[in-house]
DNA sequence: AATATTTGACGTACTTTTACGTCGAATTTA
DNA sequence: TAAATTCGACGTAAAAGTACGTCAAATATT
C-alpha cells in the first residue's frame, strides 16, 4: 500500500527531486534544451525534433509544466510552452548546490 | 504498447537521464548527501536517517547503484555502499553543461 | 549453545510513468 | 465552401516505481 511517503521529507528536498524527476527522461531534456535554444515553442515545433509520437510530446510537456519548469501560455488554439525563467534560477541553485556538495566529497576518500 | 523508446535518444543525452533520474526522489537524494558526507555507509546507518523502511531503502540503493552513481562492495554479510568517483564527475559535468544551457537563455527573452 | 539482531532476497500491492490511438473542434489550404 | 491539417483532451495498456512484510542465513549477544 504504496502511500505519498515523499511528503516526510523536507520541502527542499522535495522540490529539488521534482526538479530531477522533471529532467529524468532524455525528451525532457530535449525539450528543455530546444526551448532555451529557440523562443518558438507549439507542441508540434517540439515534437517534430523528437522520436516520438506529438501526444507522447504533449505528455512530457504537461510533466515538465507540472514541475514547474516550464509555462504554458495558451494563445488562441495553441498552447504556446517556454521557459519559466524563476524556476529555471531555482534548478540553477539546485544543481549548484549538489556540485558543492560533490566537491566535497572529493577530497575524502571513497570505502 | 510502451515499448523502451528511451533508445532512440542519443547516448549522452541517455545518460543524463539515468543520472537525474537517479535523484528524482528526495530519499535518494538524501543518501547521496549522506554517502557523501560520511564514509560509513551500510543499509542500517542509511535507512536509520530516512523516514522509510530498511527495505524500502534498500531498493532506492538498488536504483542509485542501477545509475551507478553508487557502488556497493560485499564486505562479508553486509554491503558497503558508498560513491563512485567517476560517474559523480560525470554528473558534475552534466550538471555544469544544463547551467550552461540555462545560462545562454537567461540572456534571451521568452515568449 | 541459545537467543536476538541484522542483512539481502523475494514477493506483493498499489501508483505512476510512458507511449500511443482516437476524437471532435478549430484552423488553414485548396 | 470543402478537404486537409493541427491541436488539446481523453482513454488505454504495458511497464516501471514505491513501499513494505516476510524469510532464511549470517552475525552478534547473552
Same mark, same amino acid.
Given at each position: 500500500m504504496?502511500s505519498?511517503?515523499?511528503?516526510l ?8 527531486? !521534482?526538479?530531477? =524527476?522533471?529532467l529524468g527522461?532524455?525528451a ?14 507549439f ?10 509520437g506529438?501526444?507522447t510530446?504533449n505528455?512530457h510537456?504537461?510533466?515538465? =509544466?507540472k514541475?514547474?519548469? !516550464? ?10 510552452y517556454?521557459?519559466?525563467?524563476? =524556476?529555471?534560477?531555482?534548478l540553477?541553485?539546485v544543481m549548484e548546490n549538489?556540485i ?6 572529493k ?5
Amino acid at each position: 500500500m504504496p502511500s505519498a511517503k515523499v511528503e516526510l521529507f523536507e520541502t527542499d528536498l522535495q522540490e529539488s527531486a !521534482v526538479f530531477f =524527476k522533471a529532467l529524468g527522461h532524455p525528451a525532457r531534456l530535449m525539450i528543455l534544451q530546444f526551448l532555451a535554444e529557440t523562443n518558438s515553442c507549439f507542441t508540434g515545433d517540439i515534437s517534430s525534433i523528437l522520436p516520438l509520437g506529438r501526444t507522447t510530446v504533449n505528455q512530457h510537456l504537461d510533466e515538465l =509544466k507540472k514541475s514547474g519548469l !516550464v509555462q504554458g501560455h495558451i494563445s488562441g488554439i495553441k498552447t504556446n510552452y517556454c521557459l519559466n525563467p524563476d =524556476k529555471i534560477d531555482d534548478l540553477k541553485s539546485v544543481m549548484e548546490n549538489i556540485i558543492g556538495v560533490i566537491n566535497n566529497f572529493k577530497n575524502s576518500n571513497c570505502c
